[in-house]
């Protein structure tokens, strides 16, 4: 009787348990991307279709530094946590955006961008914010914002604890939260994608102490699953690196397996040192939250030298399907949208596919010393969610330059995963997607909305300057043709149209310790390069601003900060556009759709963001390049930023029609979040423009109903 008396109890207590949990996660936006399960999706319902043009603002923070945010911030117990563009966390009351607490009083020069912070309790007290700076993981207490002194030294634990000597004054940062289970938080990381890269293993620390708990080697050691897809002993070498988990994983935690989609093998562009399929990089790896272990793997690209990284997190679904007797069938999935425009969709637990994948031939590079995968993975199903293929038709009818472009797309290598070349490939969909960093949404029915860009790049290979070309040049212009002349040009002029803005003048705009700052630490998505010896990083500085007497004589090529050489590079980031500025291809080159995972099928696709000045010449919506994801809600509304005209947009997620719009204070390149306080539901961006040719701004802006 007292026995069952006592399991009595022990049911009404967990039945209450997981009342109160279920009806804070109905209600908050307590995790990145919205949950566990990264589906950008609220059960929320106060504004839906009928409303949502009654929008208004409700409050706005002003963060204390201005320029790109990317964050999607969280929401617990009615306080919203974000980080602002120079990585100060705050925490502010989510229903008038007060500020309680900020952590980091300085301005950090030459800091990356971040998209949040992650949240832990005990349930008895203890609840913390997790948050990178740098190559540092801190844990803040969540009710003041103080550095948790028995988590690691002083509050902080490094990112390089389980990467080896191999990680050593090698950049390594991270941008997204990290993913928390059970007293455990996975980490993802951001790394240089050079030669000089660290190798990106997956690491774990207890959230309590900030000890390491376990790593998985994305480059297997001696013994260990894949090992043999690379060279011999490949994870010694300081000119491999790379296949990292930089966009964020997923976690089902009533199975306890963890979801980590990975990125290119470094160098990005050229594997002769590296030669084989290249386990793990570029795979979905189901791994065993609690110890590390491999549940089971697929790689979606051998051996990439294109930077096919799977770039966010994947989405863990529930779809129905016929089973061997006909009928319906529910599978726990696990789906990912790829750069290339594709959506995989695998069993959660076996790892097998749910629809159809063909191993395509694929043209052999002829840059000597390559040896590139003979094939590569294509779904046949579901259709690409981005155009494949680009042929003259398909080019800018609106672009003057109709007959050059042309000719430049008769001159280059086309077609799936064309190999990269000196004559010049196309990559397309571009580097920056098809999908991107701010991830897909979906809805608990299976339907899955994606934004993608449309925007296609050159990539040419070049030999790489022998030390010997080099010597004539003085030692600040060695480092400069070395380690920065791939993007911002021999010439230093940059390439605007591109993102990489011109060091020509950088002495009228900055300050030498502001520019040595990033050269330490990167700025935005620039890696940093803290291995460059100090004498090397002031004769560069000392070049930049044109004060030659300065310079300190020596050979970059000498000591431990040689970067190691391998015989090509790229002319840079090369956007395929016309001499306006537009993309080259014929619009949409910006999308967004709904896909239906369950049969496959495209539900609707429309372009997403507009040229003003182009919409006033009477061309009709183009679309823009776009960063960062929509957010899906009960109430029938899909919401989203992310393109370059600032808009933010709220769509009937089941037909696609627009519902309403309205200007931002600086474009939203960012996700939004979604979240319930006092009875209210408010809608909440990030606007700190700057990419794209944007202008800067630094607002939080959240809307809700009059």
């Given at each position: 009787?007292?026995?069952?008396l006592?399991l009595?109890?022990?049911?009404?207590f967990?039945?209450?348990?997981?009342?109160?949990?279920?009806?804070?996660?109905?209600?908050?936006?307590?995790?990145?991307?919205?949950?566990?399960?990264?589906?950008?999706?609220s059960?929320?319902?106060?504004?839906?279709?009928?409303?949502?043009?009654?929008?208004?603002?409700?409050?706005?923070?002003?963060?204390?530094?201005?320029?790109?945010?990317?964050?999607n911030?969280?929401?617990?117990?009615?306080?919203l946590?974000?980080?602002?563009?120079?990585?100060?966390?705050f925490?502010?009351d989510?229903?008038t955006g007060?500020?309680?607490?900020?952590?980091?009083?300085?301005i950090?020069?030459?800091?990356s961008?971040s998209?949040?912070?992650?949240?832990?309790?005990?349930?008895?007290?203890?609840?913390?914010?997790?948050?990178?700076?740098?190559?540092?993981?801190?844990?803040?207490?969540?009710?003041t914002?103080?550095?948790?002194?028995?988590?690691?030294?002083?509050?902080r634990?490094s990112?390089?604890?389980?990467?080896?000597?191999?990680?050593?004054?090698?950049f390594v940062?991270?941008?997204?939260p990290?993913t928390?289970f059970?007293?455990?938080i996975?980490?993802?990381?951001?790394?240089?994608e050079?030669?000089?890269?660290?190798?990106?293993?997956?690491q774990?620390?207890?959230v309590?102490?900030?000890?390491l708990a376990?790593?998985?080697?994305?480059?297997?050691?001696?013994?260990?699953?894949?090992y043999?897809?690379?060279?011999?002993?490949?994870?010694k070498?300081?000119?491999?690196?790379?296949?990292?988990?930089w966009?964020?994983?997923?976690?089902?935690?009533r199975?306890?397996?963890?979801?980590?989609?990975?990125g290119?093998?470094?160098?990005?562009?050229?594997?002769?040192?590296r030669?084989?399929?290249?386990?793990f990089?570029?795979?979905?790896?189901?791994?065993?939250?609690?110890?590390?272990?491999?549940?089971?793997?697929y790689?979606?690209?051998?051996?990439?030298i294109?930077?096919?990284?799977?770039?966010?997190p994947?989405?863990?679904?529930?779809?129905?399907?016929k089973?061997?007797?006909?009928?319906?069938?529910?599978?726990?999935?696990?789906?990912?949208t790829?750069?290339?425009?594709?959506?995989?969709?695998?069993n959660?637990i076996?790892?097998?596919?749910?629809?159809?994948?063909?191993?395509v031939?694929?043209?052999?590079?002829?840059?000597?010393?390559?040896?590139?995968w003979?094939?590569q993975?294509?779904?046949?199903?579901?259709?690409?969610?981005?155009?494949?293929?680009?042929?003259?038709?398909d080019?800018?009818?609106?672009?003057?330059?109709?007959?050059?472009?042309?000719?430049?797309?008769?001159?280059?290598?086309?077609?799936?995963?064309a190999?990269?070349?000196?004559?010049?490939?196309?990559i397309?969909?571009?580097?920056?997607?098809?999908?991107?960093?701010?991830?897909s949404?979906v809805?608990?029915?299976?339907?899955l909305?994606?934004?993608?860009?449309?925007?296609?790049?050159?990539?040419?290979?070049?030999?790489?300057?022998?030390?010997?070309e080099?010597a004539?040049?003085?030692?600040?212009?060695q480092?400069?043709?070395?380690n920065?002349a791939?993007?911002?040009?021999?010439?230093?002029?940059?390439?605007?149209?591109?993102?990489?803005?011109?060091?020509?003048?950088?002495?009228?705009?900055h300050?030498?310790?502001?520019?040595?700052?990033?050269?330490?630490?990167?700025?935005?998505?620039?890696?940093g390069?803290?291995?460059?010896?100090?004498?090397?990083k002031?004769?560069?500085?000392?070049?930049?601003?044109?004060?030659?007497k300065?310079?300190?004589?020596g050979?970059?090529?000498?000591?431990s900060?040689?970067?190691?050489q391998?015989?090509?590079?790229?002319?840079?980031?090369?956007?395929?556009?016309?001499?306006?500025?537009?993309p080259?291809?014929?619009?949409?080159?910006?999308?967004?759709a709904?896909?239906?995972l369950?049969?496959?099928?495209?539900l609707w696709q429309?372009?997403?963001?507009?040229?003003?000045?182009?919409?006033?010449?009477?061309?009709?919506?183009?679309?823009?390049?776009?960063?960062g994801?929509?957010?899906?809600t009960?109430?029938?509304?899909?919401?989203?930023?992310?393109?370059r005209d600032?808009?933010f947009?709220a769509?009937?997620?089941?037909?696609?029609?627009?519902?309403?719009?309205t200007?931002?204070?600086?474009a939203?390149f960012?996700?939004?979040?979604?979240?319930?306080?006092?009875?209210?539901?408010?809608?909440?961006i990030?606007?700190?423009?700057?990419?794209?040719?944007?202008?800067k701004g630094?607002?939080?802006?959240?809307?809700?109903?009059?």
């Open positions: 009787m007292v026995r069952l006592i009595l109890i022990i049911v009404a967990s039945a209450s348990f997981f009342s109160v949990s279920r009806e804070r996660g109905d209600t908050e936006w307590p995790e990145y991307l919205g949950g566990p399960d990264r589906n950008h999706y059960p929320l319902t106060q504004i839906d279709t009928g409303n949502v043009q009654q929008l208004r603002v409700a409050w706005t923070y002003a963060a204390p530094d201005s320029g790109q945010m990317q964050m911030p969280i929401t617990v117990k009615g306080v946590y974000g980080v602002s563009s120079a990585l100060q966390v925490a502010l989510a229903a007060r500020e309680l607490w900020r952590f980091g009083d300085k950090r020069s030459g800091t961008t998209r949040g912070v992650a949240y832990w309790t005990n349930g008895r007290g203890d609840s913390r914010i997790l948050f990178t700076s740098r190559s540092w993981l801190y844990a803040l207490d969540a009710g914002g103080k550095p948790v002194a028995g988590f690691g030294d002083g509050g634990v990112l390089r604890a389980g990467l080896g000597e191999q990680a050593r004054d090698k940062i991270s941008n997204t990290g928390v059970e007293n455990l996975v980490m993802p990381m951001r790394l240089s050079g030669a000089d890269a660290a190798p990106g293993y997956v774990a620390f207890d309590r102490t900030g000890e376990w790593v998985f080697h994305t480059i297997p050691h001696p013994g260990e699953y894949g043999k897809t690379w060279p011999k002993d490949a994870w070498n300081t000119d491999v690196g790379g296949a990292n988990n966009a964020g994983m997923a976690i089902d935690r199975r306890g397996i963890l979801y980590v989609p990975t290119s093998a470094a160098y990005d562009f050229y594997g002769g040192n030669k084989g399929r290249n386990l990089a570029n795979c979905l790896l189901a791994l065993d939250a609690r110890t590390g272990k491999r549940i089971w793997h790689q979606l690209v051998h051996h990439d294109w930077d096919r990284d799977l770039p966010s994947p989405n863990l679904v529930t779809v129905r399907q089973g061997t007797d006909g009928r319906p069938v529910k599978i726990d999935a696990v789906a990912l790829t750069k290339s425009g594709h959506i995989y969709v695998f959660r076996t790892g097998k596919s749910l629809y159809p994948i063909e191993e031939r694929v043209e052999k590079s002829s840059l000597p010393g390559e040896a590139s003979p094939t993975p294509r779904p046949r199903f579901p259709a690409p969610f981005a155009r494949q293929s680009l042929t003259e038709d080019l800018n009818p609106y672009s003057p330059d109709l007959d050059s472009l042309k000719t430049l797309l008769k001159s280059i290598k086309k077609g799936y995963y190999p990269p070349d000196k004559q010049g490939t196309l397309f969909p571009g580097f920056d997607g098809g999908a991107e960093w701010g991830g949404a809805d608990p029915d299976g339907i909305y994606v934004n993608a860009n449309e925007m296609a790049w050159i990539l040419t290979m070049t030999d790489a300057p022998k030390q010997s080099l004539h040049l003085s030692t600040g212009e480092v400069y043709a070395l920065c791939a993007c911002h040009g021999s010439d230093r002029k940059g390439n605007a149209l591109s993102g990489y803005p011109s060091l020509a003048d950088i002495g009228q705009r300050d030498r310790e502001y520019v040595r700052q990033v050269i330490n630490n990167g700025k935005g998505m620039m890696p390069f803290p291995a460059l010896k100090p004498g090397e002031q004769a560069l500085i000392s070049f930049l601003f044109g004060e030659e300065q310079e300190v004589t050979s970059p090529g000498s000591g900060s040689r970067k190691p391998l015989p090509y590079k790229t002319t840079g980031y090369n956007k395929f556009l016309d001499s306006k500025g537009y080259a291809i014929a619009p949409p080159w910006g999308t967004l709904a896909v239906d369950n049969s496959g099928k495209q429309h372009p997403l963001g507009e040229f003003p000045e182009l919409k006033a010449a009477g061309i009709p919506p183009t679309g823009t390049e776009n960063y994801g929509p957010v899906t009960a109430g029938g509304v899909l919401f989203i930023a992310a393109t600032g808009m947009r769509y009937n997620k089941r037909n696609g029609q627009l519902l309403w719009e200007q931002l204070p600086a939203g960012a996700t939004p979040g979604t979240y319930e306080v006092n009875g209210k539901q408010y809608v909440v990030a606007c700190g423009g700057t990419k794209l040719g944007t202008k630094n607002k939080v802006v959240a809307f809700s109903l009059p």
